[in-house]
């Protein structure tokens, strides 16, 4: 079996590294199997994305490379056209061997943005919210004055209401993590505190990512639906959509097949340690949901076809503003990216020990989901940004495979065109906020 040794460098408190090294020995497991097609049927009328036909051994092989240059695990799903494959690579508990499954249910942070933003919109399609009202005219006594008028629902849904994230308040000391793992966190309590947090700009004027936009987000569906905002998107963007494994967690457990999820936190934890067992609710309608791979290739499939929204709404959600630093674009929940075979749309989600890609081309027909266990295995520069790391281009290989059919090494713009989740996506261990630039 391939052995990868994975080398981590411990970071002080203080910011400087030590010379500690950490070798593991993992043992390679791979599996794949075929699925048949979604019985719902995807519309034919966008533009279609034109690749070959799936080359499932070059998926089973970029996916074990993935494994074997140092990700713990990983599950995978792909689509094209009618034909489906899915593989898993890798370790779902390093302590004990336990391989990794294609089923397998995962973590998937800021993907539910997507799934919020849906929500909402369908309220814009009811006549109950307007994307260009001031958040202020509906939650008057949360957003109030000059703020409230200034910031509108369509500002939340995009990121450029310059509200500040929460993140920092809540895992500001170095045992907050461990002393948040099973506290129960409310909405308001959230907003509040990003509301409360340095603006990170001007309302409207350029991207910026906040966890503290999706949670107002959730906080005006209950008031204009009456009920809570998991209730609501349950019912009416997860079932409508015909997910079996998607859910909200209502406990610090998940529920059914897992992997352990692993946070290396740039060394500092070291070896990673599990945070699987977790509360989420410091996330909510922000990050919080569970799903599957295959969940995710449908949920984005049914989204982009048409099925969840009107037309005049999923033109809206696609409407995008430019996201500093990349090639990627942000539309409502919804991130927009070129690649050489074509673009594509969809999110990429972390919460501490586990991170979620999902792509769809524009007519849905052609996908990837990919999850895995471990996060934040990059060493940092002087400056505390990430370095490239192997991990990195292995996952976007896998990820061009499965979409472009490259059979080779990732498009030189891979990186700019697959940003890494923003410093605002998660909270970073207080040790590593030291000294330390804040943007990822």
């Given at each position: 079996?391939?052995?990868?040794?994975?080398?981590?460098?411990?970071?002080?408190?203080?910011?400087?590294?030590?010379?500690?090294?950490?070798?593991?020995?993992?043992?390679?497991?791979?599996?794949?199997s075929a699925v048949p097609a979604p019985a719902t049927p995807l519309s034919d009328t966008a533009a279609?994305?034109?690749?070959?036909?799936?080359?499932?051994?070059?998926?089973?092989?970029?996916?074990?490379?993935?494994?074997?240059?140092?990700?713990?695990?990983?599950?995978?799903?792909?689509?094209?056209?009618?034909?489906?494959?899915?593989?898993?690579?890798?370790?779902?508990?390093v302590g004990t061997g336990r391989p990794t499954t294609p089923q397998m249910r995962h973590r998937i942070?800021?993907?539910?943005?997507?799934?919020?933003?849906?929500?909402?919109?369908?309220?814009?399609?009811?006549?109950?919210?307007?994307?260009?009202?001031?958040?202020?005219?509906?939650?008057?006594?949360?957003?109030?004055?000059?703020?409230?008028?200034?910031?509108?629902?369509?500002?939340?849904?995009?990121?450029?209401?310059?509200?500040?994230?929460?993140?920092?308040?809540?895992?500001?000391?170095?045992?907050?993590?461990?002393?948040?793992?099973?506290?129960?966190?409310?909405?308001?309590?959230?907003?509040?505190?990003?509301?409360?947090?340095?603006?990170?700009?001007?309302?409207?004027?350029?991207?910026?990512?906040?966890?503290?936009?999706?949670?107002?987000?959730?906080?005006?569906?209950?008031?204009?639906?009456?009920?809570?905002?998991?209730?609501?998107?349950?019912?009416?963007?997860?079932?409508?959509?015909?997910?079996?494994?998607?859910?909200?967690?209502?406990?610090?457990?998940?529920?059914?097949?897992?992997?352990?999820?692993?946070?290396?936190?740039?060394?500092?934890?070291?070896?990673?340690?599990?945070?699987?067992?977790?509360?989420?609710?410091?996330?909510?309608?922000?990050?919080?949901?569970?799903?599957?791979?295959?969940?995710?290739?449908?949920?984005?499939?049914?989204?982009?076809?048409?099925?969840?929204?009107?037309?005049?709404?999923?033109?809206?959600?696609?409407?995008?503003?430019?996201?500093?630093?990349?090639?990627?674009?942000?539309?409502?929940?919804?991130?927009?990216?070129?690649?050489?075979?074509?673009?594509?749309?969809?999110?990429?989600?972390?919460?501490?020990?586990?991170?979620?890609?999902?792509?769809?081309?524009?007519?849905?027909?052609?996908?990837?989901?990919?999850?895995?266990?471990?996060?934040?295995?990059?060493?940092?520069?002087?400056?505390?940004?990430?370095?490239?790391?192997?991990?990195?281009?292995?996952?976007?290989?896998?990820?061009?495979?499965?979409?472009?059919?490259?059979?080779?090494?990732?498009?030189?713009?891979?990186?700019?065109?697959?940003?890494?989740?923003?410093?605002?996506?998660?909270?970073?261990?207080?040790?590593?906020?030291?000294?330390?630039?804040?943007?990822?």
């Amino acid at each position: 079996m391939p052995v990868a040794h994975l080398n981590r460098r411990r970071l002080r408190l203080a910011g400087t590294a030590t010379a500690a090294l950490l070798a593991l020995t993992v043992p390679a497991a791979s599996t794949a199997s075929a699925v048949p097609a979604p019985a719902t049927p995807l519309s034919d009328t966008a533009a279609t994305t034109t690749i070959s036909r799936l080359d499932r051994a070059a998926l089973d092989r970029t996916l074990k490379a993935f494994h074997d240059a140092g990700m713990y695990g990983a599950y995978s799903a792909v689509r094209n056209g009618s034909e489906q494959w899915q593989g898993a690579a890798g370790l779902a508990d390093v302590g004990t061997g336990r391989p990794t499954t294609p089923q397998m249910r995962h973590r998937i942070g800021s993907i539910t943005k997507t799934f919020t933003s849906v929500a909402v919109l369908q309220q814009v399609g009811k006549g109950r919210i307007e994307l260009d009202a001031p958040i202020g005219r509906y939650l008057p006594d949360l957003v109030p004055g000059e703020r409230g008028r200034a910031i509108t629902v369509r500002m939340l849904l995009n990121h450029t209401s310059g509200i500040g994230d929460y993140a920092g308040a809540i895992f500001a000391t170095p045992d907050s993590l461990e002393g948040n793992r099973f506290r129960q966190f409310a909405p308001e309590k959230l907003a509040r505190l990003g509301l409360r947090a340095a603006p990170l700009g001007k309302p409207g004027q350029a991207h910026h990512y906040s966890n503290t936009n999706y949670i107002i987000a959730g906080i005006l569906l209950r008031k204009v639906t009456g009920e809570s905002p998991e209730r609501y998107i349950t019912d009416h963007v997860i079932r409508k959509a015909g997910l079996r494994h998607t859910y909200f967690p209502t406990s610090a457990n998940l529920l059914g097949p897992h992997a352990k999820m692993y946070e290396a936190a740039y060394g500092d934890f070291d070896p990673p340690r599990d945070f699987s067992v977790y509360n989420l609710s410091w996330a909510g309608t922000a990050g919080s949901l569970v799903s599957t791979m295959s969940d995710l290739n449908r949920f984005y499939g049914e989204l982009l076809s048409g099925s969840l929204l009107a037309p005049a709404q999923l033109q809206q959600m696609k409407t995008t503003v430019p996201i500093a630093g990349t090639t990627a674009r942000y539309g409502l929940g919804l991130l927009s990216t070129k690649l050489p075979c074509g673009e594509f749309w969809g999110h990429n989600g972390l919460v501490l020990g586990a991170m979620t890609w999902s792509l769809s081309s524009t007519d849905g027909r052609h996908q990837i989901s990919l999850g895995f266990n471990l996060t934040r295995y990059q060493k940092l520069d002087s400056n505390g940004r990430p370095l490239p790391d192997p991990i990195d281009a292995a996952m976007r290989t896998h990820i061009m495979q499965a979409l472009c059919s490259t059979n080779g090494s990732p498009h030189p713009g891979m990186s700019r065109a697959l940003p890494l989740p923003s410093a605002q996506e998660v909270p970073r261990p207080h040790a590593l906020s030291q000294g330390r630039g804040g943007s990822e």
